[in-house]
């Protein structure tokens, strides 16, 4: 486990993973929860890097049902969606907090907005360097090289998101200031 870039803390039945216990992996998402034959089963939390969570139940590593909640709190819903619908293109912050002044429109669902260097793109989950094609995390960190995909000629997408964050397996990059 430990070689894959993997760890465990938690209980053990016969060297399987069993029990309660805490599994990251190296994406640094980490699943806290029961376990059962080296697999999530029973209720967990899988926690991402940017703060979003899946709670669920799992039967033998498979989730069987559960909410995704984004870091801001707001829950994504399956039917009876509201949120960024066309109709209402606020952020979340500002279905919470209220408009900001005329003049002081909010450009992300985070405020103050993240400060994106010079010549890369906000990837939702650090920021994409096109030289390097190497995504950071947002503390400047390696987190994955990416390289465009064959199939999608119009990877960069043109458009700031009108929904704030982003699930963490979106793929559209945004350039800043657009």
Known sequence: MEFMGSSYDGDYNNGRME?????TLPTHTRYVGEMKDGTFHGKG????P????????????????GKYTFSDGLEYKE?????????????YSERCN????AGESQLTDGDPPRTIPEGCYDSGDGFYDPN??????????FSQERSQPVSSPD???PKPPCCGERPPQWEHFVKPGL
């Not at 969570?53 to 039967?59: M, N, P």
């Open 19 to 23: 029990g309660s216990g805490e599994y």
């Open 155 to 157: 990877w960069f997408s």
């Open 45 to 48: 939390v899988l926690h991402f």
């Open 132 to 141: 390097t094609r190497v995504v950071k995390d947002y503390d400047g960190q």
């Open 79 to 91: 039917m009876d969606w509201d949120y960024c619908d066309g109709k209402d293109r606020r952020f």
């Open 98 to 101: 209220g408009l900001k002044p």
């Open 50 to 65: 940017n703060g979003s969570k899946y709670e669920g139940t799992w039967e033998k590593g498979i989730s069987k049902e």
